[in-house]
């Protein structure tokens, strides 16, 4: 059972920062991909940032020069900072793996994060 588990959640001021963890029970090298996503109440669930295996990373564009995806391959650990937070950042965040192929096996979920942005 692969478990994705976050943690950095919680309040921040307007224009504050986070870095969210996503600690894997799994070697996240072994998957396609890992990513960020967040959940807004009554939105759908969208892509916030992803780290390919050979380290490509992929950015919503609201996102683009505020949030960082990284990863410490170590410790199966991925890592989103988030820093001129805003309002509208506001949202569950989520980990997700994308395991290969050869695994047949669905997209990996974590149990989400939430971080509220307000005054």
């Known amino acids: 059972q692969v478990q994705l588990v976050e943690s950095g959640g919680g309040l921040v001021q307007p224009g504050g920062s986070l870095r969210l963890s996503c600690a894997a029970s799994v070697t996240i090298l072994d998957m396609n991909a890992m990513g960020w996503y967040r959940q807004a109440p009554g939105k759908q669930r969208d892509l916030v940032a992803a780290?390919?295996?050979?380290?490509?990373?992929n950015y919503a564009d609201s996102e683009k020069g505020r949030f960082t995806i990284s990863r410490d391959n170590a410790k199966n650990t991925v890592y989103l900072q988030m820093n001129s937070l805003k309002p509208e950042d506001t949202a569950d965040y989520y980990c997700?793996?994308?395991?290969?192929?050869?695994?047949?096996?669905?997209?990996?979920w974590g149990q989400g994060t939430q971080v509220t942005v307000s005054s």
């Open positions: 997700n793996g994308q395991p290969p192929r050869s695994w047949r096996m669905t997209d990996f």
């Open positions: 780290i390919t295996r050979v380290g490509s990373t």
